[in-house]
Structure formats: structure tokens, C-alpha cells
């Protein structure tokens, strides 16, 4: 069982969201994350799907989603050198006496302040899945409000 | 038969009128763009959303529907139309009821691989997601049993949805597509332009097949000493029976064919080995279990023919000749994958194919073990055992017929005892096991192929999961012609409850079922009971000769068991042999 990052090029119809999660449904195939948008080509979107299984299960992944009409492309982007990203929007409680804490771990991860309530602060990081996990453990101690954030969205470095 | 008034004009002079640009409405459209694309017969129900649909067809003499009773008579008929003559098999069934009533038929499409275009109709597009009056979003429900769907937004888009429907449907992996058409839409007005090209990016099966694998295969079959063959529905689907034949003669490589396989390649010739799997043949069987290669040709090694999947085909290299790259290594993992259309592929190796030398004690053995294991039951003075009864029907329909079955034993027994030598001679639902297949489907062929016996073979199960078809056979006189093997239970569950639940009989009796003669002549349809070989052929003989429909309800053993059987979790070789023995 290994993680897979797959990028997947699809027509923009309604009901394709369905028809791969869907087909991950049934077939048994996990979904750990899953993201769409669109893509560089006008009517088609995009979804990268973050899942984990052996190379037959892959290999079934890649040739089922290729059966319906609605995908163009299927990329295993993780195999190759890629850039994977996802953005995290964490609420902490920040009592005015524990904000340059916070600040000082925001700043080190070079993550944002969006937001200043009364008591609390929004984050926003950007990076890989490991970055945002350890910025959740760091501001875990504070009080973590609520915690949005968007799974991953990947594109394979260089040429490719 | 119902009219055919179609073909007393010229082809082209109706071509021209139907593809002729004008603003007409989407349900003018879509008759329209069925009769371009060569539909002959639909088979349907109406109903609320379909009204504007039906309202077209008024007076549209062109166009020709068979009012089935039951929605799910109607698809199950346009499966057997579709298995029976490689054409795609059309069924319409209104909003809600009408189209959840065909999710049954549309799965049992689904796993055989038959090309059908089911359209429905759905409520108006602003009541969509309001849980109108029979509202079903049935292009959800049956995302996982369709190859493709559409919910139509616009009539403009008909044209163009329906022509790719019809290409998705009978091309690369065949199989169902749903038209989900909203009320409103089937109203609108829009200029139809007739579509010819297809333009879908993300669909283009690959049809020819990779000429360093086909090499391949040739090296493997050089140097193969017990090579053999397991040809599925792929090889009747494409169309490949000749490519078949050509092959296995140059070849001399014995074969199986699998259930849905069956028609694939005469079934009397002295390389073909039977069924395998579950119910096959103990040459086929064996010869699976001992092949040092196996060239699969359209067969998806489905449970029912491997058995316990570890254990099979043990010492054999695999070739996996599949349109559909998905199931290529999917149960069984493959030496050599050779993706493209069953057909192509064996045109190319044709081309080059030789005869495989070093397999002539393979050959000797497999004659051996042939003569040794046949098929083979007990037959009996005083009771009509089915066996029996299907072997009559074949010889007195000289094995020409075109045979539909329920699903069963007496599918079993019609797969084993009725041996057939042309393809699309045999419809019968083998993947989804669907009850209430068998009579419909007969329907379907006949109205496919007007000048072929059509037989239906059925249990008294499942005859009675579609019987109200009888009236669209009797109103429409379509000569069907029914065989009721009447055991007076669930004969395959009985034989499970007998063999693996140690005699613990739940649930099967189906004894005070109707009196099948009397039910068929409440319909109109002729019909006669049998309850022994004399009464069993003449009656037969007579069904047969009857120029409308009948039914003939032959009483037959309740206790039979079909065999060989192999249980559940056991090798293929593991057969229980009854009285086969």
C-alpha cells in the first residue's frame, strides 16, 4: 500500500464529480483527498485525488477511470519528482496576551494571519500535507476552533 | 407482427424526410434521430413524462413501438432484440416508476455487455431536485450499470446526445446508455439538424491490437504442449465467429466457451471442449486446470468460471485478448495482454497463425477425456426429466433455434443440452443472473429476427416474474415459442439448500403456482401440458407448428440437480459429478 496522488483531466459536466468519486466508491478504491477546479483549457476541469493502494489496484484505478467518457487524462503524478500543495485555514483561540506567541510560529512557517476576531486568529497555510499537519500540531496547545482544509492539488515538476 | 410499414417506401426517400432541418419539437427529435440511426422497433410504456414523447409517435407511422405491460418487459426485450441481432436494443419508460422499473434490465445489459439506448422521460427541468410527482434521479441511480448517461437540458442537444449514445453503446466494450429527457425538454421546439460525427475526446477504444504482443502469443503457442482456448461473449459481440474458426483450424488449439460464449464456435466439432466453470464440461474443466497456456479471447474470468481464483488454471501462461483494457489483469493476473477488438486481433493473427506442433498428446488426451465425460444424466420411463426435455427441443428445432433463457437450472441444463453452432443464437443473462429475463427477451428476438424459431426456455420461477408479456405476444401475434420446465420450485436454490445447507428446504416450494396452461389461455396464447416423452413431443411438435404463440408447461422432475457442479470456493477439478458419473 503506497499513497498515489492522481491528476485527472475531465470534461466540466455536471454530475462528473459524482461519476469518479463514485467509481472510487464501488470499486473499493479510497479517496483521502480529493480537489477540483478548472484547468488550462476552456470546458475542462481538473481533479487531483489523493488515494493509496498496491500497483494491481493502481493500475485498476488508472484503467477504470479511463472507462468513463467523461475523463480525458489520468496522470499518477507522484511518479515523478511533482509539487503537491494544499491550503489549511485553522481558527485558534488567541487571547490578546498569546498572540505573538501564535505570530511567531505563523511567521516560521510563513503562513498568514487572515483574520483577527476578538479572541481568535485565523491561519492560512500554504504547502505540502506534512507542512500543514505539524503547523495543526503547533497551534494545537492554543485551541484549535475549527479546521478547513482544501486536500491536495498537484502538478509534476518540469517539462512533463 | 406488428407493421413494418417502414419498408414500403424507399430507405432513401424516408431518410430524406426524416434528416430534413426544421424546427420541430424535442420528442419529434428524438423519433427522428432513432429512425436515423436504423431503430426498427422500440419497445416501451408511457406514461406522464413521456407524454409528448408518445404524442409524436401518434399518427407517425414510420416509427414502430411494442407496448409491453411491465417497463421491465420492455428492456428485457430489447436486450434479447440487441443480443439476438448486434443491433443496439432500444426501450422508453416515462419519470420515477417507469424508469427505476428498468434499473433491473439496464444492470442485467450492464454485465453482459449488450448495447441498449434507454431513454426516459424525468419531470420538467425547474421541478428537478423538488421531489415532484414521480421525480427519480435515475441518471444517479444507474451511474454504476450504464456505460454512459445524459440528462438532456436543451431539445438542440438531442441530436447530437442521441448519435453519441448510439456510438457509446455499440462500440469498444458495448453496454447500456441512459437519455434521461426532462418533460419540458421533450416539448420545446429547436431546429433539428441531424448529427453524423462523434467527437468525444475521452472515448476511443483501441481497436487494433499491439502486432509485438500478437508475436508474442505466437512464440508462446510455438512452444506450448497443452495450449487451449476460453472464448467469452467478446468473440459473438465482435462479431468474430469466422475469425474464430479460421484461427482454431490453423491453430488446431482446442477451446471452451464460456456461457455467454456459446454460439461462438460449433459446438460439435471435436476441438470444442464445452462450458466451463461451475456447470462445465470435466474436459473443460480439466484442461483449464492443466494447461500450460490459456488464451482468453473476449472472456472476462467472471467467479463462475474460475472458481476459487487462486487456484486456477495453475500452470498455464495467460493471454488475455480483451477490448476493454480494465479487465485485462483484473481477476487473473496476465503474461500477455493483448487489448483491441476481438475480431482485429484475430484477423492479424490469422494472418500468421500456425499450427501448434508440439500439442498432439494434449489433443489425443483431451479427445479421451471428451469421449469418456460427457454431459450425462439419468433418464427415466415414468418421469420427464428436464435434460430430456431440452434435447427434444433441440432436435426437433434441428438446433437452429434461437434459445432464450430464465435463470437457473434450466438455464443450466439449455447451456448444456442444447448445442448450437452459430453466434447470437443464445440469449440468456449470465453476468447479473436476472429472473424474468427469459420470456421478454424472446420477445426481443423474434421481433429482431422475424424468420427465426424463437424458443424461450424457462423455469416456472421465472416465468412467473414476466408472464404479463403474454398479452403483448398474443395481441401483437408474436410466435413465441414457450417452454416452461415446470419443477414446481426453485430448482438451483433447492439444489444449494440441498447440497451445501444439508437438506434445510427454505422457502422454495412454489407448488399452487397458476396452472401455466390456463394462464397463457387467459392471455390468449396457445398453450398444452406434458407430463411425459410422448405427450412432451407431440405437444411440442404441435407448439411448434402453431402459427401464433404458445406455451407448453412440461412437468418435470422436481429433485433433478444439475451437474457437473462445483461448489463455492473449490478449484474447477473439484467437481461433484451426481449423476453425471
Redesign the interface.
Known amino acids: 500500500m503506497s499513497k498515489h496522488t492522481i491528476s485527472i483531466l475531465v470534461n466540466d459536466q455536471p454530475g462528473v464529480m459524482q461519476r469518479v468519486s463514485g467509481l472510487f466508491g464501488r470499486r473499493g478504491f479510497n479517496i483521502e483527498s480529493i480537489t477540483v477546479g478548472s484547468s488550462e483549457e476552456p470546458g475542462l476541469s481538473r481533479m487531483v485525488i489523493v488515494t493509496s493502494g498496491d500497483d494491481r489496484t493502481m493500475e485498476q484505478v488508472q484503467k477504470q477511470l479511463y472507462k468513463l467518457i467523461d475523463v480525458i487524462k489520468v496522470v499518477d503524478v507522484s511518479a515523478n519528482p511533482m509539487v503537491a500543495r494544499e491550503l489549511g485555514l485553522i481558527k485558534v483561540n488567541a487571547e490578546p496576551s498569546s498572540r505573538p506567541e501564535i505570530l511567531g510560529v505563523v511567521e516560521t512557517f510563513r503562513a498568514a494571519i487572515v483574520d483577527i476576531g476578538p479572541s481568535t486568529l485565523m491561519v492560512q497555510v500554504v504547502g505540502d500535507t506534512e507542512k500543514i499537519d505539524a503547523m495543526v500540531e503547533l497551534l494545537k496547545p492554543y485551541g484549535i476552533r475549527e479546521l478547513s482544509r482544501t486536500g491536495v492539488t498537484a502538478m509534476a515538476r518540469g517539462n512533463r | 407482427m406488428s407493421a413494418h410499414s417502414a419498408t414500403l417506401k424507399s430507405k432513401e426517400d424516408l431518410i430524406g424526410k426524416w434528416s430534413k432541418p426544421e424546427v420541430i419539437s424535442g420528442s419529434e427529435m428524438l423519433l427522428r434521430s432513432l429512425l436515423l440511426e436504423g431503430v426498427d422497433c422500440v419497445f416501451g410504456y408511457p406514461g406522464g413524462a413521456v407524454l409528448y414523447i408518445y404524442d409524436a409517435m401518434y399518427g407517425f407511422s414510420d416509427f414502430n413501438h411494442l407496448l409491453t405491460r411491465h417497463e421491465q418487459g420492455a428492456i428485457h426485450a430489447a436486450d434479447g432484440y440487441a443480443r439476438s441481432t448486434g443491433k443496439v436494443g432500444v426501450c422508453i419508460a416515462t419519470s420515477g416508476p417507469g424508469a427505476t422499473n428498468v434499473v433491473t434490465g439496464i444492470a442485467t445489459a450492464y454485465m453482459d455487455s449488450v448495447p441498449l439506448v434507454v431513454i426516459t422521460g424525468n419531470v420538467a427541468t425547474h421541478l428537478i431536485g423538488t421531489d415532484a410527482f414521480q421525480e427519480a434521479d435515475i441518471?444517479?441511480i444507474t451511474?454504476?450499470i450504464t456505460?454512459?448517461s445524459y440528462?438532456v437540458r436543451e431539445a438542440s442537444e438531442l441530436p447530437r446526445i442521441i448519435h453519441e449514445a448510439f456510438h457509446?453503446a455499440n462500440t469498444g466494450?458495448k453496454g447500456p446508455v441512459l437519455i434521461d429527457i426532462p418533460k419540458d425538454v421533450s416539448a420545446q421546439k429547436a431546429l433539428f439538424q441531424p448529427v453524423t460525427e462523434v467527437a468525444?475526446?475521452?472515448?476511443n477504444p483501441t481497436v487494433l491490437p499491439n502486432r509485438n504482443q500478437v508475436d508474442k502469443m505466437f512464440r508462446a503457442i510455438e512452444e506450448a504442449e497443452r495450449p487451449l482456448l476460453l472464448v467469452g461473449g467478446g468473440a459473438v459481440y465482435s462479431g468474430a465467429h469466422e475469425e474464430l474458426y479460421e484461427f482454431v483450424a490453423k491453430t488446431e488449439i482446442p477451446l471452451t466457451t464460456t456461457l455467454l460464449g456459446l454460439g461462438a464456435f460449433p459446438s460439435g466439432h471435436e476441438l470444442h471442449l464445452g462450458l466451463p466453470g461451475m456447470h462445465g464440461t470435466w474436459t473443460a474443466n480439466n484442461a483449464i486446470q492443466n494447461a500450460d497456456l490459456l488464451i482468453s479471447v473476449g472472456a472476462r474470468f467472471d467467479d463462475r468460471v474460475t472458481g476459487k481464483l487462486s487456484g486456477f488454471a495453475p500452470k498455464a501462461k495467460i493471454v488475455h485478448i480483451d477490448i476493454?483494457?480494465?479487465e485485462i489483469?483484473?481477476n487473473v493476473p496476465t503474461d500477455i495482454p493483448i487489448v483491441g477488438d476481438v475480431k482485429a486481433v484475430l484477423q492479424v493473427a490469422n494472418a500468421a497463425a500456425k499450427r501448434a506442433d508440439k500439442a498432439d498428446a494434449w489433443r489425443k488426451q483431451l479427445r479421451e477425456w471428451k469421449a469418456a465425460k460427457p454431459f450425462k444424466y439419468i433418464d427415466s420411463d415414468t418421469e420427464l426429466k428436464p435434460q430430456w426435455v431440452v434435447s427434444m427441443i433441440h432436435e426437433t428445432t434441428n438446433g437452429d433455434a434461437i434459445v432464450t433463457t430464465d435463470v437457473g437450472q434450466h438455464q443450466m441444463w439449455a447451456a448444456q443440452y442444447y448445442p448450437f453452432n452459430k453466434p447470437r443464437s443464445w440469449v440468456t443473462s449470465g453476468g447479473l443472473g436476472t429472473m424474468g429475463f427469459g420470456f421478454p427477451s424472446a420477445i426481443g428476438a423474434k421481433m429482431g429476427n422475424p424468420d427465426r424459431t424463437v424458443v424461450s426456455i424457462n423455469g416456472d420461477g421465472g416465468m412467473q416474474m414476466c408472464a404479463q408479456e403474454l398479452a403483448i405476444c398474443s395481441i401483437n401475434n408474436i410466435p413465441v415459442k414457450v417452454a416452461i420446465l415446470n419443477n414446481q420450485v426453485l430448482g438451483m436454490v433447492r439444489q444449494w439448500q440441498e447440497l451445501i445447507h444439508g437438506n434445510r428446504f427454505s422457502h422454495i416450494d412454489l407448488a399452487g403456482s397458476p396452472d401455466f396452461v390456463k394462464l397463457a389461455e387467459a392471455y390468449g396464447v396457445k398453450a398444452f401440458r406434458a407430463t411425459n416423452k410422448e405427450e412432451a413431443r407431440a405437444v411440442w411438435e404441435e407448439a411448434l407448428r402453431h402459427p401464433g404463440p404458445a406455451v407448453v408447461d412440461f412437468v418435470v422432475r422436481r429433485d433433478e440437480n444439475v451437474y457437473p457442479m462445483v461448489t463455492q470456493g473449490s478449484t474447477i477439478d473439484q467437481m461433484i459429478m451426481g449423476d453425471s458419473e
Not at chain 2, 200 to 203: I, T
Open positions: 441518471v444517479g451511474m454504476p456505460k454512459h440528462l457509446i466494450r468525444l475526446r475521452g472515448y476493454d483494457p480494465a489483469g483484473k
